[in-house]
């Protein structure tokens, strides 16, 4: 079963290089023309309806989970003819991070990233101080880091990471309901949680002057 999984997501992959690519078949000066970033971006509903929103910008989905890519894969290829304005990339962030140019971003995206609740595993999460240091540089000055989850201990400890870390000025949203505003569409981890009820918690971070 997993073997023809795996076939299945090849296949997929093969077939739509123009939008996705793995660190070992692309040129890695392609990732400075993006101009915004979702890390972990999952089956990619949400990087999908944020292309189409605002279809001059251009935005780079970093997944690590081969699976959840080639599913996002599938998904932008239906809609690939109307939206020419993003890249899908399996690899680890912290792959991708040396690829990227000093304040080369607008956007930031961490939604629902995942939570590492033992303590041993904390330095895994994505709002962690050392990753924020990455997050400084690659932002313009002028940009903008939205973090969203319904884990709330991740949410409380990320808080703390963005205070230890003093790189980032941030505003918090509790909760945070995707029908309010029209820059965070909802993503299908969203979707899952509010119909279980579950309260969503937002930080919106900019960076202190460099
Ligand atoms: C809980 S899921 C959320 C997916 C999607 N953003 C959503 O909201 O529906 C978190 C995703 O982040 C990915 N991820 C975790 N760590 C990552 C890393 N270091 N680099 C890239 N992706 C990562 C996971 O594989 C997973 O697909």
Redesign the pocket.
Known sequence: MRLRHRKWADDVLLANKDIARTLADFEPETLQDYENLE?????G??LLEVCKLQPQERYLG????RN?FALAVKHAAMVKEDRHNFLLLNA???RVFPLLKDQQLNTIYL????PWPKKKQHHRR?TYPTLQKEYHRILKEDGTLYFRTDNIDLFNDSIEYFKEADLFDFEIIQPFYSENVDYLPP????TKFRAKGVQINVLIAHPKKK
């Not at 890390?39 to 089956?43: C, E, K, R, T």
């Not at 939604?111 to 995942?114: G, P």
């Open positions: 890390i972990g971006s999952g089956q509903g949400f970093v997944e690590i989970n959840a680890p962030i912290e939604n629902f990233s995942d994505l993503t299908e981890y969203e």
